[in-house]
């Protein structure tokens, strides 16, 4: 984030900083993660993205591993950064079910995804369970 | 929505969830709606798209229908899903846009309509009344 003051986290209802809120408004304060290691080879040892970024720059990659989307809950989208110059990024859903359908994430009807080097892919969700992306 | 509380809808200032507003930078809040049922075969017939979602996913989408957007009002941005059997036309408002100083027809990417392949998604952005840009 880089304007302004966030609020704080919690259930509490406060005043929002006037700033801050423009700053969202104006695509400045975005959350978001560098950093990030991808894992393993297949789902089940993939490198689990916690909720709460909307940006996740993923710089580590040895060949063949990947990341895990968060849970596919609609109203959400979350951009995956494959910061790697070398190794290509596998993505698969959730490791575990979706909360709310009590299955599988699916992303675009598949089971997995895959982003090249230096290229990023915007994964959104409006239907609980189903994560999309463009393929132009 | 996944993160916390809604403001009370309306335009009264109040207090708000800081989790929810949270929840929002983290892209987790946008609303969002599917179901959606494309219609007709051209852009007066197609189906009028609402106002006030980020995500809409199109989930019947029969030979040659369509779906029109909302207004082109700058500083909007909406994704747009195509769940259905067939390619989804994508228009512009059915209705002229009446943010213009002279109400006209939106464009899109300069042009009347464009298509999405099934099971593809676009983001489309509005930096300009009037002009929707398809991604």
Not at chain 1, 83 to 100: C, D, E, K, Q, Y
Not at chain 1, 102 to 131: E, H, L, P
Not at chain 2, 10 to 27: K, N, P, T
Not at chain 2, 32 to 37: C, D, F, K, Y
Request: charged letters at 10%; one cysteine or more; a negative charge.
């Amino acid at each position: 984030m880089t304007v302004g003051t966030p609020p704080q986290d919690g259930s509490d209802h406060q005043l929002i900083e006037g700033k801050w809120a423009r700053g969202v408004a104006a695509g400045q304060n975005w959350s978001s993660i560098y950093s990030w290691a991808a894992s393993g080879s297949n789902q089940a040892t993939a490198s689990q993205i916690q909720p709460g970024y909307r940006f996740v720059e993923v710089d580590t990659v040895s060949p063949g591993s990947g990341v895990a989307l968060p849970a596919a809950l609609e109203g959400t989208d979350v951009t995956i950064i494959n910061g790697n110059g070398t190794n290509l990024l596998a993505v698969f859903p959730s490791i575990i079910n979706n909360p709310r359908t009590g299955a599988q994430d699916t992303i675009a009807g598949m089971a997995s995804a895959s982003i090249a080097t230096n290229r990023y892919v915007t994964f959104i969700c409006a239907k609980n369970g189903v994560w999309q992306y463009p393929q132009l | 929505m996944s993160v916390g509380r809604a403001p009370i809808a309306g335009s009264d200032e109040q207090l708000i969830e800081g989790r929810y507003i949270l929840g929002i930078a983290a892209g987790q809040n946008w609303l969002a709606t599917s179901g959606i049922v494309a219609a007709g075969t051209n852009h007066a017939t197609s189906f009028q798209l609402p106002s006030g979602y980020a995500l809409m996913e199109v989930d019947t989408a029969a030979s040659g229908t369509g779906v029109s957007l909302p207004p082109a009002v700058a500083g909007t941005s909406i994704m747009i899903y195509n769940n259905g059997a067939s390619t989804l036309t994508i228009y512009p408002s059915i209705a002229n846009n009446r943010a213009l100083a002279t109400p006209a027809q939106d464009t899109i990417n300069n042009a009347t309509s464009v298509t999405l392949a099934q099971h593809v998604s676009a983001i489309l952005f509005c930096a300009k009344t009037g002009i929707w840009a398809n991604k």
